[in-house]
């Protein structure tokens, strides 16, 4: 959440070693902080890790006189927002090669391509600026003078763990996956936090820490809000880089999308589906939808939208469930006809890709009699395209005001509310406000491997 940061005031020790390593997936673009400590000093002690306006990560360590011991940007950028990523930074203040003093490690692989990379000439330079007494140390946020901040952190943070006097490689926080080759979390990393380290957000959104210490933080602003989507099982969200519009905006982790002023707008999903069953959730939250037909559905392209007005089933490969009651294949071809729905209601999507068959409900009713669970009979489904794959996605228009949609691909909220029933599901991944049909889950890289 972009609003949401956490401190705590550490003791006051200096350490030559430490250790950060947590894991992070952004929800938009731009400058904002990641973790940081602001000093009593407007010059001195007043450390950051943060994005740059351009996406590129710049961590600063200053010391008690306000020069940057510990200083690196780098050229890589961090646009990805479908994705988590392991952030690792060793500070390694007695090593006895200069160039080892700090590093960074991003998804296990050591990052040396920099823009400016500054370590300490001194193998005995202490590092105190993250951990000393007279400020607070923050996760979510990053200021770059006493009254300036870079912004908070506005995305999902991770298994935050912190050492004192020990600098560990990446490989005790994560590992390689034998079979796909991809940098996975370890849950329960062994390593010890050290005086002033600490574990936080590991399981859940809980900021006790679950070190050994008693190092525990405040909620200082905002909503600290607990998420399915993990490092361990990335669900899918509505894709906020594929343009639709000046006047669409994306929140709460990319799954609420609002267009104001502005046509018919199209947001698709960040993972698409070739084979198995899925379920997932859209709430009109709030625009008068029955006044004007928006919709939900699915479709084949993830190509850059059309800045004129087109609906979600006038792109190749679309079918979407109107709020005018009309359940449409691409080229506005009626398949059926359904309820309307407006503000308050929630619309299911039930998509068997093993059958081709598509099915909706609206508030838990199934339209057409439709049966997620009759296979290849497809009772009640819109029969679709073969041998493709699918986006699941919904297409917004402002004539007559904002409209907002939530998607609710598993979390187990629309915005900012939790869902009130959470209804049944067979796979035990995800957390709907509706019964997940027989053999369907949510869309998220373990129902993939299921």
Not at 25 to 34: D, I, N, Q, Y
Not at 293 to 301: E, N, S, Y
Request: some cysteine.
């Amino acid at each position: 959440m972009a609003n949401t940061y956490l401190s705590r005031t550490p003791g006051n020790n200096y350490y030559l070693k430490a250790t950060f390593s947590f894991w992070f997936k952004r929800s938009s673009l731009g400058e904002m902080g990641l973790f940081g400590r602001r000093g009593s000093n407007s010059t001195a002690n007043l450390s950051t890790c943060h994005f740059s306006s351009d996406n590129s990560l710049l961590i600063n360590f200053r010391d008690s006189g306000g020069t940057s011991q510990y200083y690196q940007i780098t050229n890589r950028k961090f646009r990805d927002t479908s994705n988590w990523y392991h952030f690792h930074y060793i500070v390694d203040g007695d090593n006895s090669t200069q160039g080892d003093r700090s590093r960074l490690y991003i998804n296990g692989v050591r990052q040396t391509d920099f823009s400016l990379n500054n370590n300490p000439s001194s193998n005995s330079y202490q590092i105190a600026t993250f951990l000393s007494s007279d400020g607070a140390f923050t996760v979510g946020r990053a200021l770059r003078s006493q009254t300036d901040t870079f912004g908070n952190f506005d995305g999902l943070i991770s298994h935050f763990h912190c050492s004192t006097g020990y600098a560990y490689e990446p490989t005790v926080f994560g590992e390689t996956d034998a079979t796909t080759g991809e940098w996975k979390i370890k849950t329960s990393p062994s390593f010890t936090p050290g005086t002033d380290g600490f574990t936080i957000l590991k399981d859940g959104n809980t900021i006790t820490d679950q070190s050994a210490n008693s190092n525990d933080f405040s909620l200082t602003s905002g909503t600290l809000t607990k998420s399915e989507d993990c490092p361990s099982n990335v669900f899918a969200t509505l894709n906020n880089l594929n343009f639709n519009g000046s006047t669409t905006s994306y929140s709460n982790g990319n799954n609420t999308v609002s267009t104001s002023n502005d046509n018919y707008k199209v947001s698709a999903s960040t993972l698409a589906v070739s084979s198995g069953k899925w379920y997932m959730e859209f709430k009109a939250v709030s625009g008068s939808f029955g006044s004007i037909d928006a919709g939900v559905g699915i479709l084949q392209t993830k190509t850059q939208f059309s800045t004129s007005s087109q609906n979600l089933n006038a792109y190749p490969g679309g079918y979407s469930y109107g709020s005018l009651g009309k359940v449409r294949e691409y080229n506005a071809s009626d398949v059926y006809n359904a309820s309307t729905y407006t503000d308050g209601d929630i619309i299911g999507i039930a998509l068997d890709m093993d059958n081709h068959k598509l099915y909706f409900h609206k508030n838990g009713t199934y339209q057409n009699s439709g049966d997620p669970t009759s296979g290849s009979t497809g009772t009640g489904a819109v029969s679709i395209t073969s041998g493709k794959s699918y986006y699941i996605a919904c297409s917004t228009i402002a004539s007559g005001g904002t409209k907002v949609f939530s998607a609710n691909f598993g979390n187990g909220y629309f915005g900012t509310t939790a869902v009130s029933s959470a209804g049944t599901n067979a796979s035990g991944i995800g957390i709907f406000e509706y019964d997940v049909p027989a053999n369907y889950t949510a869309i998220c890289t373990k129902g993939f491997n299921e």
